[in-house]
């Protein structure tokens, strides 16, 4: 039989720093009034001088590794969603796997926009359904503040930064990921793009002085696109899932915008607390907005054992995507007591002394004369 893919832990991380509607009144002509009104939108946060994609992916991978109590080198693959990466290559999800010290575990990043993270958790769930692997970190991170045009008005006060991550194991109990939803539609790719720095349009100085390795959006059709999506992939995530919509106990929508999710809750007739919402508080964070949603529903207990929930994107791409997962954590969790904490704490930093000796090593390497140079 097929194992299952159960949730067994879940971590998020937010940059300190505070981006709020007021403060955006000052960099540009909007008002909090106008934000709030077509978005929803508060406040979001911003990395800091030293963070980027990585490095918050990192710290929510901890957690969510702690929660599991798995160490890292259980893991067989690290898929990091994100489309504000480190590089443009290597992958950011082998910065994470060095920084994790996650040897045994594949590493690669998924760009998919904003149904990112849905379109990770699939290839997780197939990875685990087909015995391939039996532990995974999926990640969601972003640092969109760095691909934002902060004097454009239409996009500077829609976007935040910050990660989400699961960890997904195998399991021979029923549950876990009961189906997923993915599709895309490229005719729409101009609609959402980062146009310079790929291979299309390489940096240059007019790509620089035209703002052209920033975020271009146009924001009506997205909308429209996102409003009919949403209600689709819901209901053939559920039909795929062989559960009537009426067994949904909390949908995780992508938090762009209100008004998109609200215009979806209608179309699917649904009541309000069906829906989770936490976009005021970060605004959009693209593929890291799932994850993080998922762990503030978690943390609060505002799911059980048992529920039923669904998750679902849609973005750049275009792209959408939706996953059922009944909740229910599979391994018994019991309180570890303080010395074996320790011991786990002790793993985790040991763990990342391979990565360290070997990162020197390819230095070494670079330095010392090749047989060539005689
Ligand atoms: N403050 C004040 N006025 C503004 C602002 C602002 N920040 N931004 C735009 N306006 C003005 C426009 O200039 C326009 O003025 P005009 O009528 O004089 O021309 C007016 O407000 C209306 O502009 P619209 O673009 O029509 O505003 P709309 O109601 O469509 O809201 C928004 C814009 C919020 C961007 C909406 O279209 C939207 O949310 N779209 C979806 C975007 C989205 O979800 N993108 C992310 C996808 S996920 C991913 O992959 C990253």
Same mark, same amino acid.
């Given at each position: 039989m097929s194992p299952y893919a159960h949730i067994a832990g879940w971590g998020m991380y937010a940059p300190a720093k505070v981006l709020s509607n007021q403060d955006l009144e000052r960099m540009v002509d909007t008002s909090d009034e106008w934000i709030r009104s077509r978005t929803g939108i508060a406040e979001r946060r911003i990395a800091g001088e030293k963070e980027s994609t990585s490095t918050m992916a990192v710290e929510a991978a901890r957690r969510a590794l702690a929660r599991a109590h #798995?160490?890292?080198? *259980?893991?067989d693959a690290i898929i990091v969603a994100t489309i504000s990466p480190d590089y443009l290559t290597p992958a950011t999800a082998c910065l994470v796997q060095a920084a994790l010290g996650a040897d045994r575990a594949a590493a690669f990043d998924v760009s998919a926009g904003c149904s990112g993270f849905v379109y990770a958790l699939h290839l997780a769930h197939i990875g685990i359904a087909a015995g391939e692997w039996r532990s995974v970190l999926i990640i969601g991170a972003e640092t969109l503040s760095r691909f934002v045009n902060w004097e454009d008005r239409a996009t500077c006060v829609l976007f935040g930064d910050g990660a989400g991550a699961l960890v997904l194991v195998a399991s021979d *109990?029923? %549950? %876990?990921? #009961?189906a997923c939803v993915l599709g895309a539609d490229g005719s729409g790719a101009e609609l959402l793009s980062i146009p310079a720095g790929g291979s299309r349009m390489p940096a240059s100085p007019e790509t620089l002085s035209q703002r052209a390795h920033t975020i271009q959006m146009d924001g009506r059709a997205v909308y429209r696109f996102a409003t009919h999506i949403i209600p689709e992939a819901v209901e053939q995530v559920m039909r795929k899932a062989g559960l009537p919509l009426s067994a949904v106990d909390m949908i995780i929508p992508h938090q762009a915008n209100i008004r998109i999710i609200e215009a979806a809750r209608k179309k699917l007739r649904l009541p309000e607390e069906a829906f989770y919402i936490n976009l005021y508080r970060y605004g959009n964070t693209s593929g890291a907005s799932i994850p993080i949603a998922l762990c503030e529903v978690a943390e609060h207990e505002l799911i059980n054992d048992g529920s039923v929930v669904v998750l679902v994107g849609f973005g750049a791409g275009l792209t959408w995507g939706a996953a059922a997962v009944r909740w229910g954590v599979p391994l018994p969790q019991p309180a570890r007591p303080w010395h074996q904490r320790v011991l786990y704490l002790g793993r985790a930093l040991l763990g990342r002394l391979p990565a360290f000796l070997r990162k020197l090593l390819y230095r070494l390497w670079h330095i010392l004369p090749s047989q060539r140079d005689g």
């Open positions: #798995l160490s890292p080198r *259980q893991l *109990q029923p %549950g %876990g990921v #009961l």
